[in-house]
């Protein structure tokens, strides 16, 4: 299984962009999807996830009301709208995807993509 994010760039504050993340290479069985960055000198944290069954979304605080994490199951693919960026929102985009099979969970991440705000 292949993830590859697309949709990075530089932006100015306030302003919007898209992200996609596209699954490829497999079957695409996956229990829940999410969104996470990584900044310079900061750990990896969850920007927003998704289950794929029910749906069902969650967002890291600083997040809710400017992002909406979504996904199109028949193009195996996620997407992450963000507005009202913001300076330090700058970071590294990274999507990925789990699998759990009985009791053992298979993580799935793309290379990332990049997203600068400026001030």
């Known amino acids: 299984v292949q993830l590859v994010e697309s949709g990075g760039g530089l932006v100015q504050a306030g302003g919007s962009l898209s992200l996609s993340c596209a699954a490829s290479?497999?079957?695409?069985?996956?229990?829940?999807m999410g969104w996470y960055r990584q900044a310079p000198g900061k750990e990896r944290e969850l920007v927003a996830g998704?289950?794929?069954?029910?749906?069902?979304?969650v967002y890291a605080e600083s997040m809710k009301g400017r992002f909406t994490i979504s996904r199109d199951n028949a193009k195996n693919t996620m997407y992450l709208q963000m507005n009202s960026l913001k300076p330090e929102d700058t970071a590294v985009y990274y999507c990925k995807a789990v699998v759990v099979v009985t009791i053992h969970e298979y993580d799935y991440w793309g290379q990332g993509t990049q997203v600068t705000v400026s001030s």
């Open positions: 290479g497999g079957t695409f069985d996956f229990t829940t």
């Open positions: 998704i289950r794929i069954s029910t749906g069902r979304t």
